[in-house]
């Protein structure tokens, strides 16, 4: 039996082991769980060495892309809830990624502070471990995935949710720079159990300039169909940038998962004809229900002008629970 046969059997075993939910570490009146999330991936990319998703040069090859351990636990009969989470495996400065309390003492109102991700658009803020595909749009990645320490109000009911923050606005695991403030709110609206629609806004001020961010989104659910697209628009000081993004995917058999999505992205409204259009093809593999998974991606960027290659497929694990 060669190595490799070895090795894939290994992995399966050890994908089987898994257990599918949380681990719970105390049980009784103060519960503690913890989950662990874990990215291993292979890349290919094109010749130029120049990926959309990364700001430095890449090459081809295996690489250790997250593992977040995340500790959740709550007090007086789940009034408060408190979460603190770390990754220290591909943030080595900014290890600590969560660390807030929640209170529901109030009804339809829950209050939030500490450090979080604060209300943002859809892609930004869904869990590294719901994702569809292995990297955000570019749209989530430049405008969401953010951070900081701060209070936010909000709930998430049957038909409505809602989520009012107040933040420095200086950044993750950063000491505030200016007496300023910056807010954000987020409301989305759900008619029916398969629509929900909505949009963001953020306004804010750092020694650089204005921060402002605009946002759609809509998301459609229906049996083995999940539709999802968005739309936003940010200034950063002098920069400003727009994307929009349309994806699907289909459960096609009990453990495969199908998905396509078409991105529009504008890196610099100041700039002529720097447009890329970005369409991502891919699969989902369940290996022991959602969480432990293998996915392969194949993203085909084209330029507006000045064409590269940069193209790229990626294959890679994901372990949750």
């Known amino acids: 039996m060669t190595l490799f046969k070895i090795f894939l059997i290994a992995f399966a075993l050890f994908s089987l082991a898994i257990p599918l939910g949380a681990v719970e570490l ?4 103060y519960p503690v769980e913890l989950h662990i999330l874990l990215h291993i991936r292979g890349t290919i990319f094109g010749t130029s060495r120049i990926s959309v998703y990364s700001e430095s040069k890449v090459y081809s090859g295996f690489l250790a892309k997250r593992g977040e351990i995340k500790l959740e636990g709550s007090l007086n009969e789940k009034k408060i809830n408190w979460v603190f989470m770390v990754e220290p495996v591909s943030l080595a400065s900014k290890i600590v990624q969560d660390a807030y309390v929640s209170l529901q003492y109030i009804p339809y109102l829950d209050i939030k502070f500490g450090q979080f991700k604060y209300p943002q658009n859809f892609d930004g803020r869904l869990s590294n471990s719901k994702l569809v595909f292995v990297e955000r749009s570019l749209l989530g990645k430049t405008f969401g995935t953010k951070r900081d320490v701060g209070i936010e109000l909000g709930y998430n009911h049957k ?5 009012l923050g107040l933040i420095n606005g200086s950044g993750q ?3 505030d720079n200016n ?6 709110g987020r409301v989305l609206i759900k008619p029916n159990p398969y629509i929900n629609f909505g949009g963001s806004i953020y306004r804010g001020r750092q020694p650089s300039g204005v921060t402002e961010r605009t946002a759609a989104e809509l998301k459609f659910n229906y049996k083995n169909l999940a539709l999802q697209s968005e739309y936003q628009a940010g200034k950063d000081s002098s920069l400003e940038r ?5 994806q699907g995917a289909y459960v096609i058999a009990k453990n495969f998962q199908a998905c396509v999505r078409g991105e529009i992205w504008e890196p610099s409204k100041n700039n002529m004809k720097d447009k890329m259009y970005i369409t991502t093809l891919g699969f989902n593999y369940f290996l022991k229900g959602e969480g432990t998974k293998i996915a392969a991606n194949y993203t085909l960027v084209t330029e507006e002008s000045n064409e590269v290659d940069n193209n790229e497929l990626v294959i890679q694990w994901q372990l949750a629970f």
């Open 159 to 163: 038909y409505i949710e809602y989520a």
């Open 179 to 184: 007496e300023k403030k910056d807010w954000m």
């Open 242 to 246: 727009w994307g929009l993004y349309l």
């Open 26 to 29: 105390v049980k009784g009146e």
């Open 173 to 175: 695991n950063t000491a």
